[in-house]
């Protein structure tokens, strides 16, 4: 048996165990690859560096832990630039089990930047009936949230004196894993002229590019590659960036292999056709 013949009829087990081992080793020794910033991520990133000292940012969690490989990563992102240039972040959960996530996210910032509960930042928590819920902020978010999710009146958070409804919001962001983000283009964009931008999942993205080229959206960020180009921008690779090292080289192995089955394929059936 040949070359070409052992090819085509490869153990699969050993093509697991390869591919195991290229996106193992990147994530363990935090290899970082060259990341080509797009447009769309660079409109998003000019959204919030474009905002004055103190403008607010409302940051929706509308994702899951089935999400947050691709999301979490984008949270932390945005997080670090609106505390770096000194914003107050409003922290708003439309996807329940997402709660936690976007606490996480949000603590674990805060905490490597100094930012301060009820000054800069607060966290809403989770309330059910996002449409009506989204409506309603336009008129007063308290209407909705009287506390926030440790169940502090939001009147004795020294952050939230100034903001009542949508007029108050900068800017909206929307880390998305289903169709919310629809809804708070239909309802929070169209209805109230609130600006947003979107962080989506990888899958999602071609369902969110219309928005974008209408200019209901100012920035998108797609997926893994959406949150590593963030990153970048914000001057601080994390996991996103690591991530794509790793989904880089294990989509070049599977190539690879991919172009040495079909070479391997026809270079035998050209030699059992010329028997």
């Excluded at 009287?146 to 939230?160: A, C, F, I, N």
């Excluded at 909206?172 to 962080?199: H, K, P, S």
């Excluded at 690591?242 to 192995?253: D, P």
């Excluded at 599977?254 to 010329?274: A, C, H, Y």
Aim: glycine share 10%; net charge negative.
């Amino acid at each position: 048996m040949d070359f070409w013949e052992k090819i085509s009829q490869i153990d699969r087990r050993i093509i697991y165990m390869l591919l195991a081992l290229v996106i193992v080793v990147p994530l363990i020794t935090q290899a970082k690859s060259r990341i080509r910033v797009s447009p769309h991520v660079q409109s998003a990133y000019d959204a919030v560096e474009g905002l004055p000292e103190r403008a607010v940012v409302m940051i929706s969690i509308d994702y899951d832990a089935a999400s947050m490989p691709e999301l979490q990563p984008m949270l932390k992102a945005i997080l670090r630039h609106c505390f770096k240039r000194r914003l107050r972040v409003l922290l708003i959960v439309q996807w329940p089990l997402g709660a936690p996530l976007g606490t996480m996210g949000l603590e674990e910032v805060a905490k490597e930047t100094g930012a301060e509960y009820g000054v800069d930042y607060v966290n809403l928590g989770y309330r059910p009936g996002y449409i009506a819920q989204m409506v309603g902020l336009g008129r007063e978010i308290r209407d909705y949230f009287e506390v926030d999710y440790r169940g502090t009146p939001l009147d004795s958070l020294p952050m939230m004196d100034d903001i009542h409804n949508y007029n108050d919001i900068d800017l909206l962001v929307g880390l998305e894993a289903g169709a919310t983000g629809d809804a708070w283009v239909q309802y929070a964009g169209a209805r109230f002229g609130q600006e947003i931008f979107l962080g989506v999942t990888a899958v999602s993205a071609p369902d969110a590019y219309p928005y974008l080229q209408s200019g209901q959206i100012v920035g998108l960020l797609g997926g893994l590659k959406g949150a590593a180009e963030y990153e970048v921008l914000v001057g601080h690779p994390d996991i996103a960036v690591t991530g794509m090292t790793a989904q880089s080289w294990g989509h070049a192995l599977i190539i690879f292999f991919i172009i040495l089955g079909n070479i391997g394929f026809f270079v035998v059936r050209r030699r059992k056709k010329g028997v």
